[in-house]
């Protein structure tokens, strides 16, 4: 395909070039991650300036910076890639393209792993029950991984919770509050404590706070970094961390496991989420399903 003329028009061959150097801030790391030679990616990024009449890069012998105009690139190529990654996604879900004889009305719904047992059900069971109800299907999630499903186009509504999830960009509906727990190991002494403070939890000799990624990036400290919920649940049992999670995640706890009451933590709020933009009558009837409960 040829490249845009104007200077305000974008290939996303181009955004994917851009982006791979970005990131990388190396053009043989790109050249490499893209699957492509050195020298024509280099071009097609001096080309992409040319035309845009801006310097996106500042290049020197160890690699390559970004500028102003590269930050504002790279922050506004993600958002557009993504939406257009989504529209394919959804679009082809729209058609049951995306499976073998799959339905042609069917939606995703992205969750957190583990989390909202109770109110999924109630909600699947009752949406189940509606005239033309589209087929569900549920999709598991790690911690924050909810919303960069809904971006790309992977989901179709989430159920997210605030604070931990942002609901910027999307529209919500809020569903249900409840309190927090710390999970402890069920023979470390403070589990015989009828409540707990978040202070006291955070500063446990030899039991760190376990520590969930967010956008690819784990926070600092000394708790394990968790990729899964099976995993955190067996470092729990071991004695090797504690964790902070809604009141509803008592419903996978195991035996070994004790779930106390924090005093001071506040109040998470789930919210059913979907893309702004969104025009599908099944999201609509399941929003007002969930929003019915």
């Not at 395909?1 to 305000?8: F, H």
Request: aromatic content about 4%; glycine content about 8%.
């Amino acid at each position: 395909m040829d490249t845009p003329d104007t200077p305000d028009a974008l290939e996303t061959r181009e955004l994917r070039y851009f982006l791979a150097v970005a990131e990388e801030l190396h053009f043989g790391r790109a050249a490499e991650r893209l699957g492509m030679a050195q020298p024509p990616l280099s071009r097609a990024i001096q080309r992409l300036e040319r035309r845009l009449g801006v310097s996106l890069l500042q290049r020197n012998r160890r690699g390559v910076a970004l500028t102003d105009a590269g930050e504002m690139l790279l922050h506004e190529g993600r958002a557009a890639l993504d939406a257009t990654t989504a529209a394919a996604r959804r679009t082809r879900r729209a058609g049951g393209a995306d499976r073998p004889g799959g339905s042609r009305n069917r939606l995703v719904l992205a969750v957190k792993a583990g989390a909202f047992h109770e109110l999924l059900h109630k909600l699947l069971d009752a949406y189940a029950a509606e005239p033309d109800a589209a087929e569900i299907e549920v999709l598991p999630s790690g911690t924050c991984e909810q919303e960069e499903m809904l971006r790309d186009g992977r989901a179709d509504a989430a159920l997210m919770h605030k604070p931990f999830n942002s609901l910027a960009g999307f529209d919500s509906e809020e569903l249900m509050t409840e309190g927090q727990i710390a999970v402890l190991p069920a023979g470390h002494p403070l589990a015989a404590h009828r409540t707990l403070s978040l202070a006291d939890v955070s500063n446990i000799p030899g039991l760190p706070l376990a520590r969930w990624a967010r956008n690819g990036i784990y926070p600092p400290g000394p708790g394990p970094e968790i990729h899964d919920q099976t995993q955190l649940a067996q470092l729990i049992a071991l004695g090797r961390t504690v964790a902070v999670f809604p009141d509803s995640a008592r419903t996978w706890l195991w035996a070994e496991h004790t779930a106390v009451p924090l005093t001071d933590a506040p109040p998470v709020v789930t919210h059913i989420a979907w893309p702004a933009h969104s025009r599908s009558l099944a999201l609509a009837r399941l929003v007002r399903t969930a929003t019915r409960l």
